[in-house]
């Protein structure tokens, strides 16, 4: 079993910054591709980033692309998302997730955290 326990989300005015992160844990562990996805209010849940294993071939959302960066260490089965430039309109839960093997082209989200609150206000 793979647990992921986000950390990093709050209250923050538009035009801030904030940093997620998202540890993985567990017994033998291993994973692969691991990213963000978020879910506001009445809304479904989105695709925000994901990065692979290695750490080197992030892809973004286009909403959030040129905003908000997606990084990883990978020693430490961490994932970060520095998020700047907040706008209302990324005011979410955002959750991490990760994949087991095998590795594919997108994140397919075998495994879940419980959420995070990010607020924007304006």
């Known amino acids: 079993q793979v647990l992921l326990v986000e950390s990093g989300g709050g209250l923050m005015q538009a035009g801030g910054s904030l940093r997620l992160s998202c540890a993985a844990s567990?017994?033998?562990?291993?994973?692969?591709?691991m990213g963000w996805f978020r879910q506001a209010p009445g809304k479904e849940r989105e695709f925000v980033a994901a990065?692979?294993?290695?750490?080197?071939?992030?892809y973004l959302a286009d909403s959030v692309k040129g905003r908000f960066a997606i990084s990883r260490d990978s020693a430490e089965n961490t994932v970060y998302l520095q998020m700047n430039s907040l706008k209302s309109e990324d005011t979410a839960v955002y959750y991490c997730?990760?994949?087991?093997?095998?590795?594919?082209?997108?994140?397919?989200?075998?495994?879940w955290g419980q959420g995070t609150q990010v607020t924007v206000s304006s």
């Open positions: 997730a990760a994949d087991g093997p095998p590795q594919l082209s997108i994140i397919r989200g075998d495994y």
């Open positions: 567990g017994r033998s562990l291993i994973i692969y591709r």
């Open positions: 990065i692979d294993w290695s750490g080197t071939r992030p």
